[in-house]
């Protein structure tokens, strides 16, 4: 199941829409769509803040697309949804506390007393 994500930027709640990458050796910025997957040197922003991005002086902005769009959840991620709300309402049968080995004493409230006390 695909999670969702959020806007990198500070204090940006908004879902996440378009992927933001740095290309250092070509003083390049590229801003294409949502990657599938979140990368550790890439940036999701939403479509405001993709839509306004600005790149360092003397860099290259690159948009592979210029109307980002949040696509909302999949198919998959409802239908994961779903059989997540499913388990957890399904009644649980109780559960017995295991029973004690033979190695370990018996937890009992009767105990044996010897005469010659």
Same mark, same amino acid.
């Given at each position: 199941?695909?999670?969702?994500?959020?806007?990198?930027?500070?204090?940006?709640?908004?879902?996440?829409?378009?992927?933001?990458?740095?290309?250092?050796?070509?003083?390049? &910025?590229?801003?294409? @769509?949502?990657?599938? +997957? /979140?990368? %550790?040197?890439?940036? $999701? =922003?939403?479509?405001?803040?993709?839509?306004?991005?600005?790149?360092?002086?003397?860099?290259?902005? &690159?948009?592979?697309? @210029?109307?980002?769009? +949040? /696509?909302? %959840?999949?198919?998959? $991620? =409802?239908?994961?949804?779903?059989?997540?709300?499913?388990?957890?309402?399904?009644?649980?049968?109780?559960?017995?506390?295991?029973?004690?080995?033979?190695?370990?004493?018996?937890?009992?409230?009767?105990?044996?007393?010897?005469?010659?006390?």
């Amino acid at each position: 199941m695909k999670s969702t994500r959020q806007c990198s930027r500070t204090s940006c709640s908004r879902p996440a829409a378009a992927t933001l990458t740095y290309v250092y050796a070509d003083s390049t &910025v590229v801003v294409g @769509q949502l990657a599938a +997957d /979140a990368e %550790p040197h890439s940036y $999701d =922003l939403c479509s405001h803040h993709a839509d306004r991005f600005s790149a360092p002086r003397g860099w290259d902005v &690159v948009h592979i697309h @210029q109307e980002f769009v +949040d /696509a909302g %959840p999949s198919p998959d $991620d =409802l239908d994961a949804l779903a059989r997540a709300v499913r388990e957890a309402g399904r009644p649980r049968a109780p559960q017995q506390p295991p029973a004690p080995l033979a190695s370990e004493p018996r937890r009992g409230h009767l105990r044996v007393v010897s005469g010659d006390a």
